[in-house]
Nanobody
């Protein structure tokens, strides 16, 4: 059983930073993040494989967000910088045996709300 739990969501001002974390109950090769903003469709954010040799970002967050993982703790992180209102969304931690997938991850967390507002 793979269970994912997100932490770190909250309210942040434009231009600010926030770090999300996700704890996994079991080993999984590919872990990442998706998000769904108000009135928007679900979209891919980032994904990382076990060793960190494969990392993919959506164009909308490239250069601002950094995904990382700590395998000893079974944790994955998303460091978000220079946040803007367009980043407001529910962020979901995801996991899939195939590390490079960006469409339909097999496992999903419950999500954590990130709101960027002044």
């Amino acid at each position: 059983q793979v269970q994912l739990t997100e932490h770190g969501g909250g309210l942040v001002h434009p231009g600010g930073s926030l770090r999300l974390s996700c704890s996994a109950s079991f080993y999984i090769n590919g872990m990442g993040w998706f998000r769904q903003g108000p009135g928007r469709e679900r979209e891919f954010v980032a994904v990382i494989n076990y060793s960190g040799s494969t990392i993919l970002y959506a164009d909308s967050v490239k250069g601002r967000f950094t995904i990382s993982r700590d395998n000893s703790k079974k944790m994955v992180y998303l460091e978000m910088n220079n946040l803007g209102p367009e980043d407001t969304a529910v962020y979901y931690c995801t996991a899939d045996p195939v590390a490079g997938g960006t469409t339909n991850p097999k496992y999903w967390g419950q999500g954590t709300q990130v709101t960027v507002s002044s």
